[in-house]
């Protein structure tokens, strides 16, 4: 099986703009989950998606969001860039999100907002 | 406050040595523990899980321990290898029956000289 395909993989973008990055989870995994991980806050959880649907979210501001598609297929938008927005973003899935489920991650997508 | 420290945050060691890596968390009420391994530049892989019912976990030369009373964790590496060397990410999850919210440690920088 193929693994978590995230794109683009890397990202520069200036401030005050928006950016939208995509996630492709394993064959079969429904539920998919956002992370940022910087150096100086390590991995946040953003938000998860199951079925199409938003099932739990993070401490971060509206600017950012997501959706899910009906192959599973997560995109996550973030909007009005700002300079603390430069991070790594890592996209999980899993079967169906599950408490003890095992999570794999995607390679990310660096994003450098300028 | 939930939190998820990790310990120490950086540690050197020489090929064929053992290391142990410390977690303790305030998570409460707590589901489960996650250890990831993190090579430079591509995402956390898996390495155990446990619940609070569970006092030892292993996968090959990495051991895992949890107290649930005491609320800490260890995660042992034996024999040491070059390729051990990344980053070991602590994460515990609140009680519940999805992946839910997930809290991270900032996770040891482990560097491995031959």
């Known amino acids: 099986k193929a693994g978590v395909t995230q794109t683009p993989r890397y990202l520069i973008k200036t401030r005050g703009q928006q950016v939208t990055l995509s996630c492709s989870p394993i064959s079969g995994h429904r539920s998919v989950s956002w992370y940022q991980q910087t150096p100086g806050q390590g991995l946040q959880f953003l938000f998860e998606?199951?079925?199409?649907?938003?099932?739990n979210k993070g401490n971060f501001p509206g600017r950012f969001s997501g959706r899910q598609f009906s192959n599973s297929r997560s995109e996550m938008n973030v909007s009005t860039l700002e300079l603390g927005d430069s991070a790594l973003y890592l996209c999980a899935s899993s079967l169906e999100g599950r408490a003890l489920e095992t999570q794999y991650f995607g390679p990310g997508t660096r994003l450098l907002v300028l | 406050k939930n939190q998820v420290e990790q310990s120490p945050q950086s540690l050197i060691i020489l090929e064929g040595k053992n290391c142990t890596l410390q977690?303790?968390?305030?998570?409460?009420?707590?589901?489960?523990l996650r250890w990831y391994k993190q090579d430079t530049g591509r995402g956390p892989v898996s390495l155990t899980i446990m619940t609070f019912s569970e006092n030892t976990k292993s996968n090959g030369r990495y051991t895992a321990t949890l107290d649930a009373d005491t609320k800490q964790s260890s995660l042992h590496i034996t024999a040491s290898q070059l390729s051990d060397s990344a980053s070991y990410i602590c994460?515990?999850?609140?009680?519940?029956?999805?992946?839910?919210?997930?809290?991270f440690g900032r996770g040891t920088q482990l560097t491995v000289w031959p």
């Open positions: 998606y199951f079925s199409e649907t938003q099932r």
């Open positions: 977690c303790n968390y305030t998570v409460s009420p707590f589901s489960n």
């Open positions: 994460v515990v999850s609140g009680r519940g029956s999805t992946l839910g919210r997930l809290y």
